[in-house]
């Protein structure tokens, strides 16, 4: 079957960095999304791997393993407004989103 | 301010009723999808229109229908609602078809239906 997971919460610091894990098992993959979601408010955006590598935009970073079925996402310089869910998704080779669950981050001072 | 605009922003709907979640996008794109959200699981794809007139069944599209008469609106219709059709309702488009390749889903900023 197709699967994502991800872990359900994680905190961090204002100021610090933090990796937020995603693993993938999909048929077939057309790349690795990831989007932002504020409480209450709709998923936004965030970046989009379909190559091994890194992407960076700004402070915000995505890897992805394509052997491993893996992606990470880079926070840095945390902010207390980048605390949100964290929603990893892959696409199948029908073109399907697989949605994780989401990672909620929590912020602290 | 262009974008996905929903209606109603929530709703409190009694099982049986019949019930039609509106959404309606400007950026002439040419797919456009409508997801439930539910607390510990992923988005779960409901049905999807790649262009007007098409629409095709996602992941869990028992109990509802949609409709794509043109490109703008795709309404998302409960026939006859149950409890666990309580959720929360998003709407998105992009200017692929069947999810996007190098592009991105714009979502709508959710409908929140509960049904007692």
């Known amino acids: 079957g197709q699967n994502i997971d991800q872990p359900t919460e994680m905190t961090a610091t204002e100021g610090a960095i933090v990796q937020i894990n995603c693993t993938y098992q999909?048929?077939?993959?057309?790349?690795l999304f990831w989007y932002q979601q504020h409480a209450g408010e709709a998923p936004t955006f965030l970046s989009y791997?379909?190559l091994d590598g890194l992407e960076e935009k700004g402070r915000f970073s995505s890897f992805l393993s394509r052997s491993k079925g893996y992606s990470y996402l880079l926070l840095k310089e945390l902010q207390m407004k980048d605390s949100a869910s964290y929603l990893c998704?892959?696409?199948?080779?029908?073109?399907?989103?697989?949605w994780g669950a989401g990672t909620k981050l929590i912020i602290k001072p | 301010i262009a974008g996905i605009t929903q209606a109603p922003t929530s709703q409190i709907l009694a099982a049986g009723r019949r019930m039609t979640l509106r959404c309606t996008q400007d950026m002439r794109h040419n797919a456009m999808y409508w997801y439930r959200q539910d607390l510990g699981l992923g988005l779960r794809l409901i049905h999807y229109s790649n262009t007007a007139g098409t629409t095709g069944k996602g992941e869990v599209p028992d109990g509802y229908s949609v409709s794509r008469a043109n490109t703008d609106d795709f309404p998302l219709t409960l026939a006859s609602a149950v409890p666990s059709q309580t959720s929360v309702y998003f709407c998105?488009?992009?200017?692929?078809?069947?999810?996007?390749?190098?592009?991105?889903?714009?979502f709508g900023e959710g409908s929140r239906l509960t049904v007692l």
């Open positions: 999909t048929s077939g993959f057309n790349g």
């Open positions: 791997n379909v």
């Open positions: 998704a892959a696409m199948d080779s029908n073109y399907q989103l697989i």
């Open positions: 998105a488009s992009s200017d692929s078809d069947r999810g996007t390749d190098t592009g991105e889903l714009f």
